[in-house]
C-alpha cells in the first residue's frame, strides 16, 4: 500500500483517535501514518467497514506486481478458508472406504417390498429406509442415496410386497466409520436391523456371486385341510397322512423344470423359465395362540417372481381336492395353466447361500466366509420378536389366508388357453402389480 493511501486510511478512521494526536511535534508525517495504521489493524471488522466509506469511495489497489501482501494478511485469509470448508474433506479422505456386505433381517409389514424406487415416494420399501439410515449414519455421500450405482449397491434377492427376510444380504462400499453397525440401526425402525457386516473382495457382486436362495412360509394348516371332509377353521389340527401326501408332492419340484406358468409375462419357450430346485418340504406343526401352524422350506438356485408362492398355492390346491395331482407335472409343459397364488403374508427370506466364493476366498487369510453361523442367535431371536409375531397377529386379525382360500373355487385348473383371467386379476389386484419372490 502507498503512502498517499496510508494516510487516507488513516484520516479516514482518525475520529477513533485522539485529536491532539496528529499534532505531537517532533513527529514526522511518516511516523504519525504507521502508527495509525497499526490503530487501524487492531480495529474490529465492522469499525473498518465503516470508515472505509470516507476515502470518496475509491477502491483500493492491489500491491505493486511481483511483491506480495503483509504476511498476517495472507494467513488470515487461509485460516478462515480451512475453518470453514476443509476440515470435512480431511476427515472424509481418513476414512477407509471399503467393500462390504450387510446382513439384513426385516419385517416386510407395511413395505411394498425390498427394492428402492428411485424418485417415488408413494410405496415405501426397505431400501428407503436402509439408504436413509446410510446417510444420517455417516457412512455413505448424500448423494449416493440417490445414485444408488455410485456406491455399488446390490441385493441378493428382491422379496414382494409384506414379505419379510432373516438372512437377506446387500453389498456395497461404505465409510468403515467406528462403531458402524450400532450407529446404521440407531437410524433404523425397529423392524430392520443389520445383524452382520464382513468385508468381501473389490469385485464382490452379492446378486451374482449367491448360489442359491433358502425361503421359508409360515401357514395355518387348515390350509391343507379337505373341503369337503375336514374342518376349515383354526380347530383343525393336521394329521400324519396329509403331512406326508404333502412332502410327496413338494417333492415333484425338486430338479429343473420350466416354471413359465408359476411367474407373469413369462413365455413357456424363453430359457430364463427353467429353475432348478434343490429341496421342498413341510416341516412338522406347532401351535401359536390357539391356531397350529406348519412352515415350508424351499431351496433354489434363484426364484421368478410370484414363483414360490404359486408353488405352493398349487400344492395346497391340490390337497384341498379342487384339482387332480398331475396338474403340477402338466403345468411344466407349454399350454397355459390356471394357478393360484398364496399371500405373501407367511412368505420369508431365510438364508443367502455362497457357496463358490466360501470356497475360493473364505479360507484365504484375508477374508471371512459368508455363513454366518456366529450371527444365527440374532437372527433367531429378530424372528422371534418381529417376524413370528406379526405373521401370526396380522393373519389372525387379517385372516389372509382364509380369503385367499375362498378365491380357490373360481380358478378353473382345466383351463389351457389362456387361464382363468378374473382369478388372475384379483391375484394381481391384490399385490399391486410390484411384487417377486
Given amino acids: 500500500m502507498r503512502l498517499e493511501e496510508m494516510l487516507k486510511l488513516s484520516l479516514s478512521v482518525s475520529k477513533f483517535a485522539r485529536p ?34 470516507a476515502m470518496g469511495n475509491e477502491p483500493l489497489k492491489r500491491g505493486v506486481e511481483g511483491k506480495s501482501e503483509p504476511a498476517e494478511n495472507r494467513k488470515g485469509v487461509k485460516r478462515f478458508k480451512a475453518n470453514a470448508e476443509e476440515p470435512d474433506k480431511e476427515e472424509q479422505k481418513k476414512l ?35 439408504v436413509h439410515a446410510l446417510v444420517k449414519s455417516g457412512c455413505i455421500p448424500e448423494n449416493h442415496g440417490t445414485e444408488m450405482k455410485k456406491m455399488s449397491f446390490q441385493r441378493c434377492a428382491r422379496t414382494d410386497k409384506g414379505v419379510s427376510a432373516a438372512g437377506q444380504v446387500v453389498s456395497l462400499k461404505l465409510w468403515l466409520i467406528d462403531d458402524v453397525m450400532e450407529k446404521i440401526n440407531g437410524q433404523l425402525p425397529a423392524q430392520i436391523r443389520i445383524l452382520g457386516l464382513k468385508r468381501v473382495t473389490g469385485g464382490f457382486n452379492s446378486k451374482n456371486k449367491c448360489d442359491a436362495r433358502t425361503y ?11 373341503k369337503d371332509n375336514d374342518k376349515q377353521d383354526q380347530g383343525y389340527r393336521l394329521n400324519k397322512e396329509t403331512l406326508e401326501r404333502a412332502n410327496v408332492l413338494f417333492s415333484c419340484y425338486k430338479g429343473t423344470h420350466n416354471f413359465h406358468n408359476f411367474t407373469s409375462q413369462k413365455a413357456a419357450q424363453d430359457p430364463s423359465a427353467k429353475r432348478y430346485i434343490m429341496e421342498m ?82 479360507s ?5 466366509p459368508l455363513d454366518w453361523v456366529e450371527e444365527e442367535d440374532r437372527i433367531a431371536a429378530f424372528k422371534e420378536e418381529h417376524i413370528y409375531p406379526t405373521i401370526i397377529q396380522t393373519e389372525i386379525e387379517e385372516k389372509s389366508m382364509v380369503n385367499w382360500l375362498g378365491t380357490l373355487p373360481i380358478h378353473d385348473f382345466e383351463a389351457t388357453a389362456s387361464g382363468n383371467q378374473s382369478a388372475k386379476a384379483q391375484d394381481d389386484e391384490e399385490d399391486g402389480n410390484n411384487d417377486s419372490d
Fill in 216 to 226: 421359508s412360509y409360515m401357514l395355518p394348516t387348515f390350509a391343507f385341510a379337505h
Fill in 281 to 362: 418340504y413341510l416341516e412338522e406343526p406347532f401351535t401359536r395362540q390357539g391356531m397350529e401352524f406348519a412352515v415350508i422350506k424351499v431351496k433354489g438356485q434363484s426364484f421368478m417372481m410370484h414363483q414360490i408362492r404359486k408353488m405352493i398355492g398349487l400344492v395346497i390346491a391340490v390337497l384341498k381336492g379342487y384339482t387332480a395331482d398331475s396338474i403340477i407335472e402338466r403345468s411344466w409343459g407349454e399350454e397355459k395353466v390356471d394357478i393360484p397364488k398364496a399371500p405373501g403374508l407367511g412368505l420369508v427370506l431365510e438364508r443367502v447361500h455362497f457357496e463358490k466364493y466360501n470356497m475360493r476366498f473364505g
Fill in 20 to 53: 491532539q494526536f496528529l499534532c505531537v511535534p517532533g513527529w514526522s508525517d511518516k511516523s504519525k501514518s504507521s502508527c495509525l495504521l497499526r490503530m487501524t489493524c487492531r480495529m474490529s471488522e465492522e469499525q473498518c467497514l465503516k470508515a472505509l466509506p
Fill in 96 to 130: 477407509p472406504k471399503r467393500k462390504v456386505v450387510l446382513l439384513m433381517a426385516y419385517s416386510g409389514k407395511g413395505y411394498h417390498g425390498m427394492q428402492r424406487n428411485v424418485g417415488s415416494s408413494q410405496f415405501k420399501t426397505i431400501e428407503d429406509d436402509l
Fill in 364 to 368: 484365504d487369510g484375508l477374508h471371512e
